[in-house]
Every structure is written in structure tokens, then in C-alpha cells.
């Protein structure tokens, strides 16, 4: 019931694919999905996909595109879902898409961190300061 009260909460600015009943239960389902496979959390599973449709709206436009590529990037580094979706409470998302760097290579960077050893908040923290930083007048 807490997952899909954030879908419902979140739905409105995720376009109008999503603002159906459809389109609703299609995130919740997906969600739940990952999160089995995961062994996480479906509330915090269902926020991490929603946050990925927010930040990448228009360009991930279904919520199995949107888990697909969450579930590679958890496959592909050394990182839980859980460890994942916590560690996109930071604001990651969001600031990777405004630079044009896509969920795939943000992903493959992420995947890279942890695999060398750094845990996934840190990781997080990481990417997000650099692409802050490249943001930044010279």
C-alpha cells in the first residue's frame, strides 16, 4: 500500500502515460518485480524507479525500460538493490540526466565505483560532486 501511494503521489509529473490506472499499477508491478529479484525493499524500489522516470522523462518512457536498466546496473557492480536505491536518495539522478549523461553510462560509472571497492553511497556521492564540479563556469 506504501508503494503504490508514491506511485499515485509521484504520478502527475511523470506524464500522462503513467497518470492512468494502467500506467499506475504497470510501475507498481514492475517494481515489485525488481524488487523481488533484488531482495529489496518495494517501497524503496518503487521510489528508485519512479525517481528514473522523473529524471529521464521522455527519454525512458516505460517502467520494464526503467527496471530493465536498474536491474543491469545492479547485475553489472557490486551493489544490492537496496544499497542502490539508497543511495539514490541523494539526488544523483537527477543532476546525471540535467548533464546528459544517460541511466546506461551512469550505470556503467556506478558499476565501475563499486566494483573497485567504493560502497554505493559513496559511489553516489562521488558522481554526483563530479558532474556538479563539470557544471561549474572555469
Do not use: C, W
Not at 518503487?46 to 543491469?72: E, F, P
Not at 539522478?93 to 546528459?100: E, M, N, R
Not at 563499486?114 to 558532474?131: I, N, P, V
Amino acid at each position: 500500500a506504501k508503494a503504490f501511494y508514491h506511485v499515485q503521489s509521484a504520478a502527475t509529473s511523470l506524464g500522462p502515460t503513467f497518470q492512468t490506472i494502467a500506467g499506475k499499477e504497470d510501475i507498481l508491478f514492475q517494481s515489485a518485480k525488481l524488487a523481488a529479484i533484488g531482495h529489496a525493499d518495494l517501497t524503496d524500489t518503487t521510489n528508485t524507479v519512479i525517481s528514473v522516470l522523473a529524471a529521464y522523462h521522455g527519454k525512458i518512457t516505460s517502467a520494464s525500460d526503467a527496471t530493465a536498466q536498474l536491474n543491469a546496473i545492479i547485475g553489472n557492480g557490486n551493489v544490492t538493490m537496496q544499497e542502490f536505491a539508497s543511495a539514490m536518495r541523494g539526488g544523483l539522478l537527477p543532476i546525471a540526466a540535467q548533464s546528459g549523461v544517460s541511466l546506461a553510462s551512469l550505470g556503467a560509472a556506478f558499476g565501475t565505483l563499486t566494483d573497485e571497492g567504493f560502497g554505493a553511497s559513496q559511489a553516489a556521492t562521488y558522481l554526483r560532486s563530479a558532474m556538479i564540479q563539470l557544471q561549474l563556469p572555469a
